[in-house]
């Protein structure tokens, strides 16, 4: 078999249990779904899951690192850096792109444990922007943490109600909040030298 015929039945096969998670996540819960439900779903052998993941942890580890390589790609325009506004921007824009995805995943048959993923990823992305605390009152990464959570909770939110405004401006509302916590934080004392 030719290596192009391989990499199409390997990408279809993705496809075909990725959606199939994501429709049982939305139906049963994370939680509740086995292997043999996603890939009878999915209507692919168990032999091909266990091929191209571990577990049902893994397949949502690929899909996740998949969207965020994608909003990553998004934030960076041909190479350079957008603007922040900008960046907000994609970043919701990329978030509604994978709605269905991130919806089930966060919604209320979603994972804790990819709440938990989702909020320390952003935490991470937040943290390169951040300047370092520089007070025994700021622990090293409070208000990264603090971002991210909230960042996590805004795309759920903005998910449970159906994506009531456009991604413009849950972005401005989102960066207006991250603006009033980066705001706090800088006003956090130094410590004497």
Same mark, same amino acid.
């Not at 999915?42 to 091929?51: G, I, L, N, P």
């Not at 995943?105 to 979603?110: E, S, Y």
């Not at 989702?118 to 605390?133: G, I, Q």
């Given at each position: 078999?030719?290596?192009?015929?391989?990499?199409?039945?390997?990408?279809?096969?993705?496809?075909?249990?990725?959606?199939?998670?994501?429709?049982?996540?939305?139906?049963?819960?994370?939680?509740?779904?086995?292997?043999?439900?996603?890939?009878?779903?999915?209507?692919?052998?168990?032999?091909?899951?266990?091929?191209?993941?571990?577990?049902?942890?893994?397949?949502?580890?690929?899909?996740?690192?998949?969207?965020?390589?994608?909003?990553?790609?998004?934030?960076?325009?041909?190479?350079?850096?957008?603007?922040?506004?900008?960046?907000?921007?994609?970043?919701?824009?990329?978030?509604?792109?994978?709605?269905?995805?991130?919806?089930?995943?966060?919604?209320?048959?979603?994972?804790?444990?990819?709440? &938990?993923?989702?909020? *320390?990823? @952003? !935490?991470?992305? #937040?943290?390169?922007?951040?300047?370092?605390?520089?007070? %025994? =009152?700021?622990?090293?990464?409070?208000?990264?943490?603090?971002?991210?959570?909230?960042?996590?909770?805004?795309?759920?939110?903005?998910?449970?109600?159906?994506?009531?405004?456009?991604?413009?401006?849950? &972005?401005?509302?989102? *960066?207006? @909040? !991250?603006?009033? #916590?980066?705001?706090?934080?800088?006003?956090?004392?130094? %410590? =004497?030298?």
């Amino acid at each position: 078999m030719s290596r192009s015929v391989e990499n199409v039945r390997v990408r279809r096969t993705r496809k075909l249990l990725r959606d199939a998670l994501i429709e049982l996540i939305e139906e049963r819960g994370f939680d509740r779904l086995t292997v043999g439900e996603i890939t009878e779903r999915a209507m692919v052998s168990r032999a091909a899951f266990y091929r191209n993941y571990r577990d049902k942890f893994h397949l949502v580890e690929q899909v996740f690192d998949d969207a965020m390589d994608a909003l990553l790609g998004a934030i960076a325009d041909g190479g350079e850096v957008r603007p922040a506004a900008e960046r907000w921007v994609a970043f919701f824009e990329h978030i509604d792109r994978y709605h269905r995805f991130y919806a089930a995943m966060l919604g209320k048959k979603g994972s804790s444990w990819f709440a &938990a993923k989702m909020r *320390a990823s @952003l !935490a991470d992305m #937040v943290k390169e922007h951040l300047p370092a605390p520089s007070a %025994p =009152a700021a622990p090293d990464g409070l208000a990264a943490t603090v971002l991210g959570a909230m960042f996590t909770q805004s795309i759920t939110w903005w998910l449970e109600h159906g994506r009531p405004s456009p991604p413009r401006e849950i &972005a401005a509302q989102s *960066a207006h @909040l !991250a603006g009033a #916590v980066i705001s706090a934080a800088n006003t956090w004392p130094t %410590p =004497a030298s």
